[in-house]
């Protein structure tokens, strides 16, 4: 059973920064695409940021410049550096990892920025 696990989410001021960290675990194959998917109260899913197994990488418009995504393969670990934080990135973060065509969630992390 291939599971998700996040880490890292909390409370911060806004300008602050915070490191959400993804661990695969289950399988000994590494996810061909990992990302992080972000859900706000009363708005749409958003996809925040992606990365292939070649380290690819998608940025969304409203992070880029300020959310970087990696990951290390041999650890089946993705990461999401988020720096000059704003209250408008409090949401719940999703880890998303697809192997083998299938998707897989992690139950999430909660960020909350004050302004």
């Known amino acids: 059973q291939v599971q998700l696990v996040e880490s890292g989410g909390g409370l911060v001021q806004a300008g602050g920064s915070l490191r959400l960290s993804c661990a695969a675990s289950g399988t000994i194959f590494s996810p061909s695409t990992m990302g992080w998917v972000r859900q706000a109260p009363g708005k749409q899913r958003e996809l925040v940021a992606q990365?292939?197994?070649?380290?690819?990488?998608y940025d969304a418009d409203s992070v880029k410049g300020r959310f970087t995504i990696s990951r290390v393969s041999a650890k089946n670990t993705v990461y999401l550096q988020m720096n000059s934080l704003k209250p408008d990135d409090t949401a719940d973060y999703y880890c998303?990892?697809?192997?083998?065509?299938?998707?897989?969630w992690g139950k999430g992390t909660l960020v909350t920025v004050s302004s």
């Open positions: 990365i292939t197994s070649g380290s690819s990488t």
């Open positions: 998303n990892g697809v192997l083998w065509g299938t998707d897989y």
